[in-house]
């Protein structure tokens, strides 16, 4: 069982930057690829960004590829999500998950979100 609770969200105007962070409970962290996905208001979620198991292989949605970096620090059981060239079209609800499919929506373990809002 791994538990996943995510931090950093907030407001920013656009052009700025963000950190989010995923801390993980449970000695498997390091055994799951993690990802970051996005649900905005009256959108279905939407895959953000993935990393392996050993943080050496990344995907990214084609909408942020360029402005957004995952990466993960397995001994503090952490993945991190820096954002930047933010836009207001990035704005929603971010959820870390863990055991997860490149490039889809499927995970099998889920954090209970963070808000991103970027102001015009």
């Known amino acids: 069982q791994v538990q996943l609770v995510e931090s950093g969200g907030g407001l920013v105007q656009a052009g700025g930057s963000l950190r989010l962070s995923c801390v993980a409970s449970g000695r498997s962290f390091r055994r799951y690829a993690m990802g970051w996905f996005r649900q905005a208001p009256g959108k279905e979620r939407e895959f953000v960004a993935h990393i392996d198991w050993t943080g050496g292989t990344t995907y990214y949605a084609d909408s942020v590829k360029g402005r957004f970096i995952i990466s993960r620090d397995n001994a503090k059981n952490t993945v991190y999500l820096q954002m930047n060239s933010l836009k207001p079209e990035d704005t929603a609800v971010y959820y870390c998950?863990?055991?997860?499919?490149?490039?889809?929506?499927?995970?099998?373990?889920w954090g209970q979100g963070t808000q991103v809002t970027v102001s015009s």
């Open positions: 998950a863990a055991e997860i499919q490149p490039f889809t929506v499927v995970a099998t373990y």
